[in-house]
């Protein structure tokens, strides 16, 4: 998949089929239109080009949702729309000045000018342009205009189960990850760099990795303790993960993100890892004693290799 960044000269030479959208977390209702793109270009022989934004367009549009967290980070969506065969994506900077072009220059100048769209696919409800006064009807009629096909989902093929990326946001923020999982046709991941943390999981039987996730627009699941499948150099492995402060052996209230790979040992400091959430075991809980940890530790990885056989 070819990526454009640069857009500053950028310009897709040959017609394409074209598509548009922040396709956050890449979910069964985004996936349902890139099938559509993929069909079409066996019926076409025209290359696949999805439109998308970084930043996310209500950072900018909405000053009280600056801090909106993403399900996916650029790389990580840019990941997902290669595993569905886009030929081209263009992640295009999303600003201030570009959400003040009218609906007929951003189709003038972006999707005909530099896109050269030749087929539009959009999902319903689709709105775009300055104070988002641009919709179908709009499409349509720029259509005749600029000589283009428009292609409209039905509400009934991407919203049969409700499926949005803010209603998955909600989902991973109270820890239902199997709901999410269930909307995004994959578990939810976060990518982190292994980090030296205290080593007292190693004491006490159950070494950790220690994860910084390094962008803060991710959105991490509520705290608690969870089943989870680790990728490290392309291998798979299971774990546990603890979301929290670690009430019980720290004063200091910093979230921290732990996990124990079950059979592993190689020394991962500054690597980089790939988790993700299979259920939520628990909440995150203040203990008596150490042992009282240890032993309730015991429980949540013989629930956790349950759920393995």
């Given amino acids: 998949m070819l990526v454009i960044k640069d857009t500053t000269e950028f310009r897709i030479e040959t017609p394409c089929i074209l598509t548009i959208g922040t396709f956050d977390g890449v979910h069964l209702g985004h996936q349902k239109i890139l099938a559509r793109l993929k069909e079409l270009k066996q019926l076409l022989g025209l290359k696949t080009v999805v439109l998308t934004f970084d930043p996310h367009p209500r950072k900018i549009i909405h000053s009280h949702q600056k801090d909106l967290k993403l399900l996916s980070l650029v790389e990580e969506k840019l990941e997902l729309l290669r595993q569905h ?15 003040q072009l009218s609906a007929a220059e951003y189709v003038s100048e972006i999707l005909i ?6 087929y539009l696919v959009i999902g319903y409800d689709h709105k775009f342009g300055k104070d988002r006064d641009g919709d179908i009807y ?15 989902i039905p509400a009934k093929d991407i919203d049969s189960i409700n499926i949005s990326s803010t209603r998955i946001r909600n989902a991973i923020e109270t820890g239902d990850v199997a709901t999410g999982e269930r909307y995004l046709g994959h578990p939810y991941f976060i990518k982190a760099r292994v980090i030296e943390g205290k080593q007292l999981g190693r004491s006490i039987g159950y070494p950790t990795a220690n994860l ?3 962008d803060n627009d991710k959105l991490i699941p509520k705290n608690g303790v969870y089943f989870v499948q680790v990728t490290i150099h392309q291998q798979t492995h299971y774990g546990m993960m603890n979301i929290g402060t670690n009430p019980t052996t720290d004063a200091d209230n910093a979230l921290k ?6 059979n592993f040992s190689e020394t991962i400091y500054g690597q980089s890892i790939q988790v993700a959430f299979i259920k939520r075991l628990r909440d995150e809980l203040k203990f008596e004693s150490l042992q009282a940890l240890i032993s309730q ?13």
């Avoid at 000018?113 to 030749?118: A, D, F, I, Q, T």
């Avoid at 709009?138 to 409209?152: A, H, R």
């Avoid at 993100?257 to 079950?262: K, M, P, S």
Wanted: glycine share 0%; net charge negative.
């Fill in 212 to 214: 910084a996730v390094e």
């Fill in 85 to 99: 065969e886009v030929d081209v994506t263009v992640v295009y900077p999303f600003s201030k000045t570009f959400s």
């Fill in 138 to 152: 709009t499409l349509i009629k720029l259509s005749v205009q600029y000589k283009f096909e428009v292609e409209e």
């Fill in 257 to 262: 993100l732990e996990v124990n790979i079950f």
């Fill in 113 to 118: 000018k530099r896109l050269k769209v030749n």
């Fill in 297 to 309: 530790l015991k429980k949540d990885e013989t629930a956790c290799l349950e759920l393995i056989s």
